[in-house]
Nanobody, 126 residues
Framework: DVQLQASGGGLVQAGGSLRLSCTSSGFTFGNKRVAWFRQAPGKEREGVPCTANTAGTTYYADSVKGRFIISTDNAKNTVYLQMNSLKPEDTVVYYC???????????????????WGQGTLVTVSS
């Protein structure tokens, strides 16, 4: 079975930084599609990721562009989300997701991701 494990969430002040990690058992990220989705308190998980990457193509939602960076360390088989200049509205649960495919055409479609982590909460205080 494939399992993804997201970690690194916590409490941070506005303007601060945090790095989330997503590790996997049973799945090698490589250059396959990976993404981070967000779910605000009391709301459904967003259908479009805040960021996603596959085979050199990277997507950032406007809300995080210039502040967040997605990356993959193949040696550690870990996907990272570096979050800088955090804002109170970034207070959400972050889910990592992965797909065994490389197609960038489905990079921002949540239903095309096969594997999901359990989520990690980031709280940004003002």
């Amino acid at each position: 079975d494939v399992q993804l494990q997201a970690s690194g969430g916590g409490l941070v002040q506005a303007g601060g930084s945090l790095r989330l990690s997503c590790t996997s058992s049973g799945f090698t990220f490589g250059n396959k599609r990976v993404a981070w989705f967000r779910q605000a308190p009391g709301k459904e998980r967003e259908g479009v990721p805040c960021t996603a990457n596959t085979a050199g193509t990277t997507y950032y939602a406007d809300s995080v562009k210039g502040r967040f960076i997605i990356s993959t360390d193949n040696a550690k088989n870990t996907v990272y989300l570096q979050m800088n200049s955090l804002k109170p509205e970034d207070t959400v649960v972050y889910y990592c997701a992965a797909s065994p495919y490389y197609d960038y055409s489905r990079l921002t479609s949540s239903y095309t991701y096969d594997y999901w982590g359990q989520g990690t909460l980031v709280t940004v205080s003002s």
